[in-house]
């Protein structure tokens, strides 16, 4: 084989253990639980890296009047993660107030540390229940449906946004980290099969 051949194929291999999410590597519970806990993980890390990688100063970066800051941003998914629960009789944190959480916080460590929180708490209360729980129905927005249907809603809707974040991160000439580890990761594997 020569030596290109062997660059190609351990150049595939790298790109595609990299293409492998970082919540398939830990194991998650059977079921529908642990495939949704698997994709809420994967959203809530991505997220992090993101409101790490984020210069303080961007985080009062908005695009146009009236549209949520990066702040915001993070703190509407965090809103959601307390607030949407609250349909089908999940407690939010004391003093929480679903209309106006997103706007409460604007510090870096402070909109971290939110976020962060707000995923440990969906998730527990979504992890507790149990497989009659989720078939339970319940409204949430003008919708009937069931939790299962409440929490795959939350599954959208922190993904939506964690799209969302790429785009203001790209825009203020922030690689996403996962992004920037897999071309450093690239970029080494070529520079040591020259």
Known sequence: MSRRSRLCVVLSAVL??????AFAQAPTPSGVRGEMLAWF???????????????????????????????????????????????????????FKFATYEKSLT???????????????MEQHFMALSDADLDKPTEFFGMKSTVRGGYMLLLSHVHEHLGQSIAYARVNGIVPPWTAKQQADAAKAKGAAK
């Not at 961007?58 to 990066?70: E, F, L, M, N, Q």
């Open 107 to 121: 510090t870096k460590a402070d909109v971290q540390k939110a976020l962060k929180d707000s995923f440990a708490h």
């Open 16 to 21: 595609a253990l990299l293409a492998i999410p």
């Open 41 to 95: 993980k994967d959203a809530e890390d991505k997220l992090g890296q993101l409101a790490e990688a984020t210069p303080e100063a961007k985080y009062a970066y908005r695009p146009g009047k009236d549209v949520r800051s990066t702040a915001e941003i993070f703190m509407h998914v965090a809103g959601g993660n307390y607030g949407v629960p609250t349909f089908w009789g999940v407690a939010p944190p004391e003093g």
